[in-house]
């Protein structure tokens, strides 16, 4: 069974940095697409960061020039470095892959369980 793992989140305070890490396991074949999202209370969901097998990072506004998104191939691992964090930058973070494993010939969509980041105000 594939599973994502997410780590890396806590408190940190406003102008801190953080490195969240979301390692695939199980029988992958493939990974096309790595992406955070996040969700605050009381709002959606939304992407923050995503990175496609060959093609360029994504970033949302509000995040351009302070994270930056990196993946590890070798380790089916996907990294979101935070600088000058925010309190609106406070959320539970997610991480989701689009990827195939060794039994199936289609895209498989697999979140991970959310850590935490709180920026206090």
């Known amino acids: 069974q594939v599973q994502l793992v997410e780590s890396g989140g806590g408190l940190v305070q406003p102008g801190g940095s953080l490195r969240l890490s979301c390692a695939a396991s199980?029988?992958?074949?493939?990974?096309?697409?790595m992406g955070w999202y996040r969700q605050a209370p009381g709002k959606q969901r939304e992407l923050v960061a995503s990175?496609?097998?060959?093609?360029?990072?994504y970033y949302a506004d509000d995040v351009k020039g302070r994270f930056t998104i990196s993946r590890d191939n070798a380790k089916n691992t996907a990294y979101l470095q935070m600088n000058s964090l925010k309190p609106e930058d406070t959320a539970v973070y997610y991480c989701?892959?689009?990827?195939?494993?060794?039994?199936?010939?289609?895209?498989?969509?697999?979140w991970g369980q959310g850590t935490q980041v709180t920026v206090p105000s």
């Open positions: 990175s496609t097998s060959g093609g360029s990072p």
């Open positions: 989701k892959a689009v990827l195939r494993t060794a039994f199936v010939t289609w895209d498989q969509t697999i």
């Open positions: 199980g029988n992958i074949r493939s990974i096309s697409v």
